[in-house]
C-alpha cells in the first residue's frame, strides 16, 4: 500500500487506522495523514457508522436466522478473550448476527458489531457453539481453507475532513461461498 500511495506522491504517508486479526481478510481503514488517523482514532465511535464482517462457522446453526449476543469480554494471562456473566470484570461486547446460508455442515454468517472488541466476533461465534472455521485458538475442529474464515466486508464511515460519509464493500471470498 505505501508503494502505491508513493507513485502519486514520494513524499505521501499512510497510517494504520485499525487493525484486523492475523488472517482476516478484507476492508481496512487507512489514512494519509496523521491528522486524519488521529481523528478516526480518537473519535472511531461516532465516525464508524457500520462496520459488517462475514464468516463461515462450524456446523449449522439451528433456530432463528438473525440474533444478537451480548457479554462481557475479559482477557486472561494467555492473552486468551473470553466472555464472562460480571460487567464488573469485563468489556461490554455486542455483535448482532444474520445467517445467509446453512449448508454442507458449515453457517454463512453475516456479523455486525455494535462494540469493537479484541476477538469479539471469535468469541461470540464461540459462545454460540459454532466457532469460526479455521480458528483453532476458539475451538474449530479443521481448517478447509487454510486460513481463519473471517472477512470484513463492508465499513461505512464520515470521512474526517470533509464529513462526508464514505461506504465500502468488498465481495465475499469464493472460498467462503464454496463451503456452503
Do not use: C
Not at 473470553?82 to 454468517?109: F, I, N
Amino acid at each position: 500500500m505505501r508503494k502505491y500511495v508513493k507513485t502519486h506522491n514520494p513524499k505521501a504517508q499512510v497510517f494504520i487506522v485499525h487493525r484486523l486479526d492475523r488472517d482476516t481478510s478484507g476492508l481496512m481503514l487507512l489514512a494519509k495523514s496523521r491528522i486524519a488517523k488521529d481523528n478516526l482514532q480518537h473519535n472511531w465511535n461516532n465516525m464508524v457508522l457500520n462496520r459488517k464482517y462475514v464468516a463461515v462457522l462450524e456446523g449449522e446453526i439451528e433456530g432463528a436466522a438473525e440474533g444478537v449476543v451480548r457479554s462481557y469480554l475479559a482477557e486472561n494471562s494467555k492473552f486468551e478473550v473470553y466472555s464472562v456473566d460480571d460487567p464488573e470484570k469485563g468489556q461490554l461486547a455486542v455483535t448482532r448476527y444474520k445467517v445467509l446460508a446453512r449448508r454442507r455442515g458449515h453457517t454463512l454468517m453475516e456479523l455486525e458489531l455494535d462494540t469493537g472488541r479484541k476477538n469479539q466476533i471469535r468469541v461470540h461465534m464461540r459462545d454460540l457453539g459454532h466457532p469460526i472455521v479455521g480458528d483453532r485458538k476458539y475451538g474449530a475442529s479443521h481448517s478447509p481453507i487454510g486460513r481463519l474464515a473471517l472477512h470484513a466486508r463492508s465499513l461505512r464511515f464520515v470521512h474526517p475532513i470533509t464529513r462526508k460519509v464514505m461506504d465500502f464493500e468488498t465481495p465475499i471470498p469464493a472460498r467462503f461461498t464454496a463451503l456452503v
